[in-house]
Nanobody
Framework: QVQLVESGGGLVQAGGSLRLSCAAS????????MGWYRQALGKQRELVAV???????NYADSVKGRFTISRDNAKNTVYLQMNSLTPEDTAVYYC?????????WGQGTQVTVSS
């Protein structure tokens, strides 16, 4: 069982930056993909950015050029640097990890961007 703990959310003004972190712990075999999804109020959960174990990355079009995902495989940790934030980025951000095909989710961290 993999546990994911997120940190780094909060309130920021439009144009500002935040950095999210997510550390995986527990019984870990081999995490392949690790990344971030978000869910705004009244909307479905959507992909933000995901990074594979071999540096492959996938970003939502809405965050390309503003968000950067990085990963420390030795620490089983993934980061999301978010720049030029807009109110449309307001959501609960969830960490996700795929260990041998089994998906695990963090509890979520709130990101609120004020205009």
């Amino acid at each position: 069982q993999v546990q994911l703990v997120e940190s780094g959310g909060g309130l920021v003004q439009a144009g500002g930056s935040l950095r999210l972190s997510c550390a995986a712990s527990g019984i870990i075999f081999s995490i392949n993909r690790m990344g971030w999804y978000r869910q705004a109020l009244g909307k479905q959960r959507e992909l933000v950015a995901v990074r594979g174990s071999v540096r492959s990355t996938n970003y939502a079009d809405s965050v390309k050029g503003r968000f950067t995902i990085s990963r420390d495989n030795a620490k089983n940790t993934v980061y999301l640097q978010m720049n030029s934030l807009t109110p449309e980025d307001t959501a609960v951000y969830y960490c996700y990890a795929d260990d041998r095909g089994f998906g695990f989710w963090g509890q979520g961290t709130q990101v609120t961007v004020s205009s």
